[in-house]
């Protein structure tokens, strides 16, 4: 793993403390994390508030005009939901990043899986 210093200028290898590999990753718990919960709240908040109502109303719409089954509101519901979910997830994975990065700074070592802090 290689990472910039605080001016963005200069790159430096992250050395593990322990046996001296380069073989170093950054550890994604933040993104993880982010990933779950941003999906979780996602689909919660488009389910609930807008996405599911969007979403029924399309697929009654779709229902009465193409195939008249009352389950395509049903449908349209979910497609909201899991929209909400990909676009939740997709910003708590960004979100994610950044606090690996800048607050947690956990890496860890594949050579001998030794987990340290830069």
């Known amino acids: 793993m290689i990472i910039t210093d605080q001016c963005g200028d200069r790159a430096f290898p992250v050395i593990c403390p322990k ?3 380069l073989n170093t990753e950054l550890q994604s ?3 993880k994390t982010g990933m779950v919960v941003g999906g979780v709240v996602g689909a ?3 389910a609930g508030v807008s996405g599911a109502k969007a979403g029924a109303a399309t697929g009654a719409v779709i229902a009465t ?6 389950s395509a509101s049903t449908m349209g519901a ?3 939901a899991l929209i909400g979910f990909v676009w939740g997830a997709r910003l708590g994975h960004a979100v994610g990043a950044v606090i ?4 947690l700074g956990l890496y860890r070592c594949h050579a001998c899986g ?3 802090r830069v």
């Open 19 to 21: 046996c001296g590999s």
């Open 29 to 31: 718990t933040g993104r």
């Open 44 to 46: 919660v908040i488009t």
């Open 65 to 70: 005009v193409v195939a008249r089954h009352p």
């Open 78 to 80: 979910i497609v909201g």
């Open 100 to 103: 690996d990065e800048k607050v």
């Open 114 to 116: 030794e987990e340290f």
